[in-house]
């Protein structure tokens, strides 16, 4: 049985609204995901001024929570609780073997898999991603598995992160044509890429917990990497901002074509506003209770 490391995880999206608001609705993504390589042990979201939440579940097997507010307010804060615990993956082989390709190729005009071989709005094809391919040598080599990793490689080694570099609605040509971005600009390039291989490759929002160097105290963020899935692995993890990070320091969210199926949060409100968005991510690791 493979080691597991839990955690507490605090998430607050703080909204700054100038003149007043009345209204706001909200569809909100913050609960992590109860499947491979994680439990999700207990969830609990509430908000400051209190609305009323409901929850539902959108085509990829996220649960999302819609928000209503129907007074006006001046500041609205969401604070989403979580305790996860993550399990150690298996080590990847070194390849899949000879007709592994093969089967990759077969998926191509498969429903199962097609929202993920297509392109989508943040992950699409462009004259920058094609010049980057071609300034850099990307191609599929003899093995899909190899070819990721290589594909990982490339794109860690190519960028540099720069946070408040990129927006969350920023466009894929915006890294390509400056080299900085921060992990979901490096998550859709990876996407885009594997894609165009034939390859179902999909999005994963969720947290991430290191160490800065020389530091003893742990960071938390939010974060994104991408998944792809192979013969005999099913889906599989590849995060190009932090290849060498161990998985069991990410804890999944969600999963979608790419980061516009999966904002933290995303709305409406009524009134002529500005809006200021704060947010901060504790994520705490603690010992499992004694059974």
């Known amino acids: 049985m493979p080691d597991a490391v839990r955690y507490d995880i605090e998430h607050v999206s703080h909204y700054v609204y100038s003149p007043p608001v009345r209204h706001s609705v909200m569809s909100l993504c913050m609960r992590p995901r109860d499947d491979s390589g994680q439990r999700l042990l207990s969830f609990d979201v ?41 399990t150690h993956a298996a080590p990847l082989p070194d390849a899949l073997g000879t007709s592994a390709w093969d089967e990759v190729r077969s998926w191509t005009e498969a ?66 044509e400056t080299g900085e971005g921060v992990c979901q600009d490096y998550a859709h390039v990876m996407i885009a890429i594997a894609r165009s291989w034939g390859i179902p490759t999909r999005y994963v929002s969720g947290y991430v917990s290191s160490r800065k160097a020389g ?23 590849f995060d190009p901002t932090n290849p060498k990070l161990p998985n069991e ?26 809006s200021v968005l704060e947010v901060s991510v504790r994520m705490r690791p603690v010992e499992p209770a004694l059974s």
Request: overall charge negative.
């Open 46 to 86: 509430r908000t400051r001024p209190s609305s009323s939440l409901n929850a539902e579940t959108d085509g990829f097997g996220n649960t999302k929570h819609v928000l209503n507010i129907h007074r006006e307010h001046t500041t609205l804060e969401i604070i989403a609780h979580s305790t996860v615990e993550t």
């Open 111 to 176: 429903f199962t898999h097609w929202e993920f071989t297509r392109p989508s709005v943040f992950a699409q094809p462009t004259p920058a991603l094609a010049a980057f391919v071609d300034r850099h040598g990307v191609a599929p080599s003899d093995d899909p598995l190899q070819s990721l990793v290589g594909l990982r490689d490339t794109i860690h080694q190519s960028f540099e992160y720069v946070p408040g570099s990129t927006t969350a609605v920023s466009p894929i040509d915006h890294i390509l």
């Open 215 to 237: 530091m003893g105290a742990p960071q938390s963020a939010t974060h994104a990497w991408a998944e792809c899935f192979l013969p005999g692995l099913g889906w599989t993890e």
């Open 249 to 274: 320091r990410r804890v999944r969210v969600a999963v979608g074509r790419d980061y516009d199926d999966v904002s933290p949060t995303r709305g409406v409100f009524v009134g002529n506003s500005d």
